[in-house]
């Protein structure tokens, strides 16, 4: 898992990890500025990632199309619907 909280810088940061992205395809908890939502959607479906918004209460979340705010991005084919850890951490 990579959490990404860069006040703004989250496109660059991404862009230095695209081999991350690409070979080890981590989950990734991220704030997205909007004026960077466009930059950080692009570089997570051109990297084969779902993008789901983490303000939504787990198992309630559903694929969107632009980062929102709270993002998480799932590499497609790992699962079908993002983890939980509302269960005091553990994951389900």
Known sequence: ??????EGAEHLVLEGGLRLLRETRPTVICEVAPANAGQVTKIFTE???LIFDASHPAG?????DSAPWATL???AGRADRPATTDNGGQQR
């Open 1 to 6: 898992m990579l959490k990404i909280d860069v």
């Open 47 to 49: 990297h084969g990632y």
């Open 60 to 64: 309630t979340r559903e694929p969107v």
């Open 73 to 75: 991005a799932l590499a």
